[in-house]
């Protein structure tokens, strides 16, 4: 029962840069632009946390707002590349991941900050509700990004459907002609989408360095960029049902230090692919249900030219 | 129709907002009918040279003088043939790994999982030398097929589900990377472990399961054998009724589905003919370079094999030209680490730089910008 | 919207709306437009027509802001205008659609009208639209379920969108591109009744087309174009069908019926082919037909009514799920591959050239070889010879007239259409094929390129083979038919004999017997 509960009351901080990402993703891909970067932009966050708390002094508050106008910046250069130079969305994505890469792990060893702990964001006690049983610790005594992000993953839901903002992303994103033909810029929005959707993104990799981890290491990220874009597909691009995708990757993530902890029987190396399996397994899922109807935006990984001759 | 007699304002302006619009001269962009080959060449070459200046400037902000740059990139490497051997024994795996990509991608198959592959390449041939199968003289031989057999074998399940599934062959290859990753750390700091030493790697290999020197300092066989493949490459994709077919694939899968191309047969085996190449680069690595399986041998080799298919455009005559300038660039990178103290990532991020511009030309060749008034 | 219009400008009935002088358009180095001057009255319906490729469309995107043009001026309600992007056009009050409609697939019909209309906040937006639709559908007549997502409407709603999407953002310059291509006479002349009504109250519309008796009954004045250049406008009493043409073709090529001399023996046999696609619909519902040696038979009928499904199950694409095909002297050849039935003698022209027929980026050679290729022609499976292919395909540039070639090694998404389509023509017929199945072979071609694919059809089958032309094009029908069937719902309602006469052909097409 201890066990059910201590894991219960460990997803969540598991479940938050799953969520960010596939939401910050989504939005980039709900405008159109296929965005296999993610990997990288959650490197650039996670490394901006972590540099603006160790050489900046910063809050972990401060650094998380540090961590989303960093990755917003690198992503300038993707936009600039796949928008305005309509380079392969592909190659591009691909591109940033290994920039990324090379960029942080570079970084973090010239300016020393590798492998060096600090202390990270506090929990919120919220008053009176967390001392209710169960639910108490488990929802109501968090940090305060785990609301943060349920409040934006709500509120992203809400605004995709009703406000004219979400309306016409949605739209450049199923048929940038039509868009267009509406008055739409196209790529202004396409522009916003893949800088919000990093900025989003860079906070889920500033979460995991600034809350979780407390520390920096090369390619921290362990491949969660990659979960979350097969997450956004699982999700059929829907705000709310990334957010349980997200519980349901956190959970998986939480149990494997406790069932190592147990002495289970299965070697620590099998239980780390458990994610990444999962993550294989729920692809071949999404792909058995949809069945022909794909779900995602119509115009998915395609640039938008208007004298383009057809 | 009276709906339209709300917002008269909005259509009184209207004149006015059409005239001041466009009165700018600004740039149209326009879809070029297409480039003569020499010129994209130059645009390519070009989009080269920009990448290396800008990575120069980099270097020089990360503290290398710029005045050294020309002597650790250059004179170094070719002055001195301890150098140039160090720059054959990268090219080899670099070779390999280039035409392992450029196989897939003539086949529109993303194979990002090209170091997955390779782990399990070495994991066959380590299978191998470890339970001294077979005699000792054809020991090399069925190292180097084991691991081609066990790269296609990891493909298998990614191919298929891409096949069969439409299940995107990106995130699949990519993810049993991690998987493969993860089981070649329970193997060496399992089973695998060599006893006789702390560090998670097999044991050292016997002599007949090493790949020969060829009497160039450290220089093995696997120079040979990266030509030998990169000509075997150039006779299946591009002589060829394989390759002819491919490039239908590559072109238009649908009309070549409706020509009677068996589109998926031939799309499966460019994805194992693939992966066998990465599974063979795993083992040279590990049979020639570090003479037993090490738990990070692979790292980087993915995306240069990437990077070198993608400026070699699929070609696996110029896979090798491009695996030789990476190759430069790793034994420079040695130098910098070594005199400089610059980190090894300083490789990734130049290679980082350079797809990002070759894929910029891109935009030149396909496009015209053209100033309208 | 015709008070909005009204309350921009004076508009007096017959006062120009538009009027462009001079308008140029190049892409690269194809002259699309050439000086090309254009007026619009008040209250007029005015057709334009011309060929595929006249440059028709391409004039009216340059009104509706989708095309900026090299050099002209336009003026709209006598002010001079610069119109540089869709918006500039909107609120100018032109309003376009599009033969390939501007909508959104996944929303839903109001949402559509929003995006294009937005009225204050979104809720207000919301309300605001409904009733403007509401009023603007009884206004035409139209009725459509604003709540219904777009993909799922017919293509006659559809269309009825688009029209109240543009009505609603106060268009009084109505341009609709080739609007009844996808309707039925019925539906036509009901359209055309609305933008009768539309016109009267002092919009006007222009109709782009190439269907003469469509601009003679319902225009009130006909504008003629041909290669990018404006030829001439007249009122339709000044002009009659042969006139215009003339005028649209240029020099007269006109094509004769020449029926078979020798039909033989039936050489394909199908009976009861059914076919359900991946998404549930029924295409085929037991068609049935036979086609004889030496013999045109033509399948004619609105697309969509299963043609692309019948010809994907004929050439090996697609297994039917029940019904059997015949090749004679080979027996039972249903569900097998297309390799092996373009071995067996299946020759194909596909409908759509550039994505079915050709791989763009390879060159001539490749692309007129690869049949060849695949029956184990040009060396074999560890070498396939470049040379012998170029020289074949250099000879079948010279045979089949195939236009614009500098080399066998240039690629051939460079080939213009009809010469695209005459070097598909050489790949399908440079086996002898015994069977040919055509697939709206002249679409898109210009008249010349149109006798000429109609000329090379007619010798295959005066060699004996059996020829079956799936077009949509009546006149195409008529012209070549030995026999005609015609298509409807997935199945082959009706069949008669070549000769038979148009409005017999057209009833059954439509189903009303």
Not at chain 1, 189 to 204: D, E, T
Not at chain 2, 223 to 236: E, K, S, T
Not at chain 3, 49 to 78: C, F, R
Request: charged share 15%.
């Amino acid at each position: 029962m201890d066990f059910l509960f201590n894991w219960l009351a460990n997803i969540p901080p598991f479940a938050v840069p799953y969520a960010l990402a596939a939401l910050g993703l989504m939005i980039c891909e709900k405008s159109g632009v296929l965005n296999l970067g993610a990997e990288g932009f959650l490197l650039v966050g996670a490394l901006a946390g972590v540099g603006a708390i160790l050489s900046a002094g910063a809050s972990p508050a401060a650094a998380l707002g540090i961590a989303m106008l960093a990755t917003a910046a690198l992503s300038l250069l993707f936009a600039v590349m796949v928008i305005a130079l309509r380079v392969n969305q592909v190659i591009s994505g691909l591109a940033i991941v290994f920039l990324a890469q090379g960029l942080t792990s570079l970084l973090g060893r010239t300016q020393g900050w590798t492998s060096r702990s600090f202390s990270g964001m506090p929990r919120i006690e919220i008053p009176w509700l967390s001392d209710l049983p169960w639910v108490g610790r488990i929802l109501f005594s968090q940090d305060p990004v785990f609301y943060l992000t349920l409040v934006l993953i709500v509120f992203a839901a809400w605004a995709l459907r009703n406000t004219h903002v979400g309306m016409r992303l949605r739209s450049v994103g199923e048929n940038p002609e039509a868009a267009d033909a509406a008055g739409i810029p196209v790529a202004l929005y396409r522009f916003g989408a893949v800088v919000l959707g990093a900025a989003l993104m860079g906070l889920a990799g500033g979460y995991l360095t600034v809350v979780i981890s407390n520390i920096w290491v090369d390619n921290i990220t362990g491949g969660r960029g990659w979960i979350v874009i097969a997450l956004v597909i699982f999700a059929r691009w829907q705000p709310l049902a990334a957010l349980a995708g997200a519980v349901l990757f956190g959970g998986i993530e939480a149990v494997i230090p406790r069932l190592a902890a147990t002495g289970f029987w299965v070697p620590q190396h099998f239980l780390l692919m458990l994610p990444y399996l999962l993550t294989l397994g729920v692809m071949v899922w999404s792909s058995l249900a949809r069945r022909g109807r794909g779900g995602g935006p119509a115009a998915l990984g395609d640039p938008f030219l208007r004298e383009e001759r057809r | 129709m009276t709906e339209a007699q709300d917002l008269p304002g909005r259509a009184a302006a209207a004149p006015a907002t059409g005239r001041r619009r466009g009165r700018w001269p600004h740039l149209a962009l326009e879809v070029r009918q297409h480039m003569p080959g020499p010129q994209q060449a130059l645009m390519l070459g070009a989009s080269l040279v920009a990448g290396i200046a800008i990575s120069t400037l980099v270097l020089v902000a990360a503290g290398v003088p710029a005045g050294n740059l020309l002597d650790e990139f250059v004179i170094s490497i070719f002055t001195r043939p301890r150098n140039l051997a160090n720059v054959l024994v990268y090219t080899a795996p670099l070779v390999i790994v280039g035409l392992a990509a450029a196989v897939a991608f003539r086949a529109r198959f993303w194979n990002i999982g090209i170091e997955g592959q390779m782990i399990f390449g070495a994991i066959g041939a380590t299978l191998i030398a470890n339970h001294d199968i077979g005699p000792e003289g054809a020991r090399l031989y069925l190292m180097a097929a084991t691991a081609a057999f066990a790269g296609m074998v990891w493909m298998l399940v990614p191919a298929l589900l891409k096949l069969r599934l439409e299940v995107n062959e990106i995130i699949s290859t990519l993810l049993l990377n991690y998987v493969a990753f993860n089981f070649l750390l329970f193997l060496l700091y399992g089973p695998w472990k060599d006893p006789q030493s702390a560090f998670p790697h097999s044991k050292m290999y016997d002599a007949a399961e090493r790949l020969t020197r060829i009497g160039f300092f450290n220089v093995d066989t696997s120079i040979y054998l990266a030509f030998a493949l990169a000509v075997g490459c150039f006779l299946l994709l591009v002589v060829s009724r394989f390759g002819f077919l491919l490039n239908f694939v590559h072109a238009n899968p649908k009309m070549a589905r409706a020509m009677g191309v068996r589109v998926a047969v031939l799309v499966l085996s460019a994805a194992l003919v693939s992966a066998a190449l990465a599974g063979v680069a795993g083992f040279v690595i590990s049979a020639g370079i570090d003479n037993r399986m090490t738990q990070s041998f692979f790292v980087g080799y993915g995306f240069s094999g990437i990077l070198i298919g993608f400026l070699a455009r699929n070609n696996p005559v110029l896979v090798v030209f491009f695996a030789a300038l990476i190759a430069v660039l790793m034994v420079a990178g040695q130098g910098l680490q070594v005199f400089y103290q610059i980190p090894s990532s300083m490789v990734l991020l130049i290679q980082a730089i350079i797809v990002i511009c070759a894929a910029a030309s891109e935009f030149l060749i396909r496009y015209r910008l053209r100033l309208v008034r | 919207m015709s008070q909005a219009a009204r309350s921009r400008a004076p508009a007096e009935a017959g006062a120009p709306a538009l009027r462009m002088k001079g308008i140029t358009k190049t892409f690269g180095d194809f002259v699309a437009l050439d000086e090309v001057d254009f007026d619009l009255r008040n209250g007029e319906i005015h057709a334009l027509l011309g060929e595929n490729g006249a440059g028709k469309s391409t004039l009216m995107n340059v009104v509706a802001g989708l095309y900026a043009p090299d050099h002209g001026d336009i003026e709209v309600q006598g002010t001079p205008v610069r119109i540089s992007g869709p918006q500039d056009a909107r609120l100018l009050g032109i309003g376009m659609v599009h033969q390939h409609y501007k909508l959104v697939g996944g929303f839903t019909a109001l949402e559509n009208i929003m995006l294009f209309n937005p009225r204050g906040s979104f809720r207000q937006s919301r309300t605001a639209v409904r009733t403007a639709a509401a009023d603007a559908a009884d206004k035409l007549g139209f009725r459509v379920d604003l709540d219904a997502r777009m993909d799922r409407l017919s293509v006659p709603e559809q269309q009825r969108v688009e029209i109240m999407k543009i009505l609603i953002a106060g268009a009084s310059i109505i341009i609709l591109d080739e609007p009844t291509a996808v309707l039925t006479d019925a539906e036509a002349q009901k359209f055309f009744a609305a933008m009768r009504g539309l016109a009267e109250i002092g919009n006007s519309v222009v109709l782009v087309t190439h269907r003469l008796s469509e601009a003679l009954s319902y225009a009130d004045r006909i504008t003629v174009m041909r290669g990018g250049r404006r030829i001439r406008t007249a009122h339709p009493e000044e002009v009659d069908a042969d006139t215009l043409t003339e005028l649209i073709v240029g020099t007269r090529i006109v094509e004769k019926p020449a029926p078979s001399e020798h039909v033989g023996a039936p050489v394909l046999t199908v009976s009861g082919l059914e076919l359900t696609d991946a998404g549930g619909v029924v295409r085929l519902r037991g068609v049935t037909l036979d086609l004889h040696a030496g013999e045109i038979y033509c399948l004619a009928g609105i697309g969509g009514n299963g043609q692309t499904e019948l010809v994907e199950a004929l050439t090996g694409l697609v297994p039917p799920d029940a019904g059997r095909i015949d090749l004679a002297g080979h027996g039972k050849v249903t569900g097998l591959p297309p390799d092996r039935l373009r071995r067996l003698g299946l020759a194909c022209i596909p409908s759509d050239r550039q994505g079915q027929a050709l791989a763009g980026d390879l060159t001539v050679a490749e692309n007129f070889a690869i049949g060849g290729v695949l029956a184990g022609r040009f060396g074999g499976a560890l070498a396939v010879r470049r040379k012998p292919m170029a020289e074949a395909a250099a000879a079948a540039v010279r045979d089949f007239e195939v236009m614009g070639v500098r080399s066998a090694r240039q690629k051939a998404g460079l080939l213009s259409g009809g010469n695209a389509q005459k070097l598909v023509i050489a790949r399908e017929f440079s086996g002898a094929p015994s069977v040919i199945v055509a697939h709206s072979p002249s679409r898109g071609l210009d008249v010349r390129a149109a006798a000429a694919v109609h000329g090379h059809l007619r010798a295959a089958r005066d060699r004996k083979a059996a020829v079956l032309l799936i077009s949509e094009d009546l006149d195409e029908v008529l012209l070549l038919a030995d026999r005609i069937g015609v298509m409807r719902s997935g199945r082959i309602v009706a069949e008669f004999p070549g000769g038979t006469d148009r409005r017999t052909i057209g009833r059954a097409m439509v189903g009303h017997d």
